[in-house]
């Protein structure tokens, strides 16, 4: 505000002296305690309303003699200064990304107001403000796909007033997530619109989505808020967790009185077994035993489950020597510990 006043006359200048206290105390609420929805929004109010009151400079800056973006980006080089009031380097992050995304917001907006220039849009705000009714304005501009924004700028201001007045760097923390989540939240619903916010100018749309995303994701990794999940909420998630899935049955081992009457060398090993219409793999040896068993009967011992059956072994129905369950249970597990060793080794 002190550099935009700067660029008016003498006289105006004088007769918005009343704005920076104004300004400084719509902000004291944040400043200290919860930043719950309605402090911020209460905030957010008292804050528009003083800048609508700033009629003379409002309308300067709809007829394109001032640049809220080319003040706005001297906040940049004051990144450093607010990263060290921070104090931890992912609070300093999030007030980047927000003074990142505060400075592109005001250059989309701006080049927007002046593509209207000439539109319904420009000139009723240029009217309403004529009106003199500030409360309703706010109230008007606090509605998406404003609101956001505005809400946005307010917290962000209120970090660089905490910084100005050397407050609670833990306060500072929560109004540099908090901020950044409304920033994010704005840049989603400006774009909605139409607006081009470019947060790193050369950027292309797919790469801003993915960073914007990425910085979603991150915040929602962390402790939130009420408020910030509810503001969160609204976001696509990336990676979201898929939806639970039950786990398949596990697999059975069944033994079964039968015939051969089939036997497959390609493109696998299997074999066909009477009453079935499908194959059953199976390993070289098995095959060849199966071949010297058809036409007569064998007992076969099957592995089950949802993803297919296979043979784990097949004798003759009348071989005294094949094994009883335990002792194929045993076989089994010696088999699978030498396949582990050989593949550990």
Known sequence: MDAWLTKLPAEVRAQLRWAVPGLEAALDGLLAGALDEGTVDAAAH?????????RALLQRILGGQISPAQHQAR?????????A????????????????????????IEDDVLKRSEGPEVESLAAALEDGDMDALAARLLQPPVGAVMRGYVLLAALLESLERRGSAEQGRRLARLALVHMLWAIRELRGEG????????DSAELVDDRRLDAVATLVS????????QLL???????????????????QIQRSMTYVTGVQFRPYPALMLEGQAWWLG????????????????????LLVSAAGSSVLRIDAASDRDAPDAATRTADMLR???????????
């Open 222 to 229: 962390e402790e939130c808020s009420t408020l910030e999940l």
């Open 195 to 202: 607006v081009r916010i470019d947060l790193y100018p050369g």
């Open 233 to 251: 909420g609204g976001f696509p998630r990336r990676n979201a967790a898929p939806a639970h899935v039950p786990s398949p049955p596990p697999p």
């Open 46 to 54: 008292r804050f528009t309303v003083v800048v609508l009151r700033c």
């Open 75 to 83: 906040l940049l080089p004051r990144i450093p200064e607010v990263a």
């Open 335 to 345: 088999d699978w510990d030498e396949l582990l060793h050989r593949l550990a080794r």
């Open 282 to 301: 199976c390993s070289p040896e098995l095959l060849g035993r199966a071949l010297l068993l058809r036409e007569q009967p064998v007992q076969v011992l």
């Open 85 to 108: 009031f921070l104090g931890e380097p992912l609070s300093a992050s999030h007030a980047e990304k927000a003074i990142r995304a505060a400075v592109a917001i005001s250059r989309g």
